[in-house]
């Protein structure tokens, strides 16, 4: 932690692409290390939200106890990002004081500006664009689950949103396959299926859901209105309806032994059946545990390995 490290040197977590394949396994071991080195002892991480959280600000609180810091959690109101002063002046504060800083935006382009002046790791809480955490803990899930991530088929049914971008580039750095079933008009757009691309992988884009879970090993569904969309949702609701929730029937096309996730906060019956979300197949609390996890292990691995 040092308001004097050049910027340019510093590591940042905006997407999982951040991490190379090697690194992204590394990654995934560290989480499964419930004691790893203490990397922030005496030090602390600013959490910042300009968004509502469960999970990710729980999760990343008591990563950062265990690795033996202070997190400081903060609304993004109270610090008057661009308001009372830049964003970039807020990450030079932050970094006065905080060996990194977690941040949860509306825009994408706003954890770019403060990683672009950051002396310290900046790392993506969620954005419009990314939910690189939410994808490690995906992962992590999925090793537990089937002892390797590799060779697996991961069926998304749903949004191209932050959520399925983010496991879908994780999907491709650790040899899993990926695809999405989606409405016309709401799938990924070419720049993200070359992003992904770059990863070594590829994301299958099909409209008829029961041919992308056909034989998945994983059924992941997420939200059909992600937040900061409330002005669609009615539009996107009537795109989604009818077709693109995962069902009793959809979930019997895939794997005899199938998982279901959700990144989770859910709306039962609508992108998935409360018969799913809270069923026999459904893994959605281990998930959730395993935000925390995987916070550890990526704050692990960045503040004490990279
Ligand atoms: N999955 C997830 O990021 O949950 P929260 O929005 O509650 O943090
Ligand atoms: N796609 C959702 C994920 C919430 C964790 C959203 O951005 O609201």
Not at 59 to 64: I, K, Q, T, Y
Not at 212 to 220: F, L, N, P, Q
């Amino acid at each position: 932690m040092s308001s004097t490290t050049p910027p340019g040197s510093i590591r940042h977590i905006l997407e999982v692409d951040d991490l190379s394949a090697d690194e992204l396994l590394q990654v995934l071991d560290l989480s499964g290390d419930p004691n790893p080195p203490k990397v922030l002892e005496g030090k602390g991480m600013a959490l910042l939200f300009e968004k509502p959280s469960a999970r990710t600000r729980h999760s990343m609180e008591m990563a950062v106890v265990q690795l033996g810091g202070h997190p400081v959690t903060v609304a993004a109101a109270e610090v008057g990002i661009d308001q009372r002063e830049s964003a970039e002046d807020v990450a030079r504060t932050l970094a006065c004081f905080h060996a990194a800083i977690g941040a949860r935006v509306k825009s994408h382009s706003l954890l770019e500006r403060m990683a672009t002046v950051s002396s310290v790791p900046v790392v993506n809480m969620l954005s419009d664009q990314a939910h690189p955490l939410q994808a490690l803990a995906d992962l992590l899930t999925v090793k537990q689950e089937f002892g390797e991530i590799s060779g697996r088929r991961i069926a998304f049914v749903g949004d191209a949103n932050n959520v399925s971008r983010s496991l879908a580039i994780g999907a491709g750095l650790a040899g899993a396959q990926f695809v999405i079933s989606g409405p016309p008009g709401y799938q990924f757009e070419s720049t993200n299926l070359d992003r992904i691309a770059a990863t070594g992988g590829a994301a299958e884009v099909v409209d008829d859901p029961f041919e992308a879970v056909t034989g998945a090993h994983v059924v992941y569904t997420d939200v059909w209105v992600s937040m900061g969309e409330e002005a669609q949702a009615s539009e996107k609701i009537d795109a989604f309806a009818g077709r693109y929730s995962v069902s009793k029937a959809l979930m019997g096309q895939a794997a005899a032994d199938a998982i279901f996730l959700h990144c989770l906060p859910a709306n039962p019956g609508q992108e998935a059946s409360e018969e799913i979300l809270y069923g026999p197949q459904s893994r959605i609390w281990q998930q959730a545990e395993n935000r925390m996890h995987a916070a550890r292990g990526l704050l692990a691995w960045l503040l004490g390995v990279s």
